[in-house]
T-cell receptor, first 113, second 116 residues
Framework: AQKVTQAQTEISVVEKEDVTLDCVYE???????LFWYKQPPSGELVFLIR??????QNEISGRYSWNFQKSTSSFNFTITASQVVDSAVYFC??????????FGQGTELSVKP | GAVVSQHPSWVICKSGTSVKIECRSL??????MFWYRQFPKQSLMLMAT?????????EQGVEKDKFLINHASLTLSTLTVTSAHPEDSSFYIC????????????FGEGSRLTVL
């Protein structure tokens, strides 16, 4: 079975705190892609990152960083020095070899001033 | 990145009427488009996969006669919710893929349907 699990339903932090959003996936595919999307209250999905299964290098983009650990099937997302504008629902997703994008349940992040 | 546009952004209709939502790839040709439905506070659930020129493939539990999908050109897919009922009220999002191997998916802005 292919599945993406985001165990944290809601997270609330105070501005400037660091926060990590967890993502664990299940797949038997040897080739797959992992994604993170941000969904603000307006509803549109904002693409944050795509990582293929052969690239385990961690990535940093400004205040965002991602930790891909194939051994534990995890693809965690960390926001450093969070800001109020980071408040949104964040989705982790898996693109399988069949071409279907499977989303996790989402984590609602609330950053308070 | 590539642009995918959905129209309308939001629609309110009466129960029993049909509603059509369009998904257009504006600057690329999309051989495959996907339709998702998202209920409040929930994740995006794939409804169907639409390939240009062929019948859509529906996920288990999605009624193909109720959610009609047409992908008549490489830049347009439509989702028609037939005989809509209040329980069909949801946020519908499409995504488009230009190539089967790159993993590049582009999402529309979503269409919010409210059935009274």
């Amino acid at each position: 079975a292919q599945k993406v699990t985001q165990a944290q339903t809601e997270i609330s932090v105070v501005e400037k705190e660091d926060v990590t959003l967890d993502c664990v996936y299940e797949t038997r595919d040897t080739t797959y892609y992992l994604f993170w999307y941000k969904q603000p209250p307006s509803g549109e999905l904002v693409f944050l990152i795509r990582r293929n299964s052969f690239d385990e290098q961690n990535e940093i983009s400004g205040r965002y960083s991602w930790n891909f650990q194939k051994s534990t099937s995890s693809f965690n997302f960390t926001i450093t020095a969070s800001q109020v504008v980071d408040s949104a629902v964040y989705f982790c997703a898996l693109l399988n070899q069949g071409g279907k994008l499977i989303f996790g349940q989402g984590t609602e992040l609330s950053v308070k001033p | 990145g590539a642009v995918v546009s959905q129209h309308p952004s939001w629609v309110i209709c009466k129960s029993g009427t049909s509603v059509k939502i369009e998904c257009r790839s504006l600057d690329f040709q999309a051989t495959t488009m996907f339709w998702y439905r998202q209920f409040p506070k929930q994740s995006l659930m794939l409804m169907a996969t639409s390939n240009e020129g062929s019948k859509a493939t529906y996920e288990q539990g999605v009624e193909k006669d109720k959610f009609l999908i047409n992908h008549a050109s490489l830049t347009l897919s439509t989702l028609t919710v037939t005989s809509a009922h209040p329980e069909d009220s949801s946020f519908y999002i499409c995504s488009a893929r230009a190539s089967s191997n790159t993993g590049e998916l582009f999402f529309g802005e979503g269409s919010r349907l409210t059935v009274l």
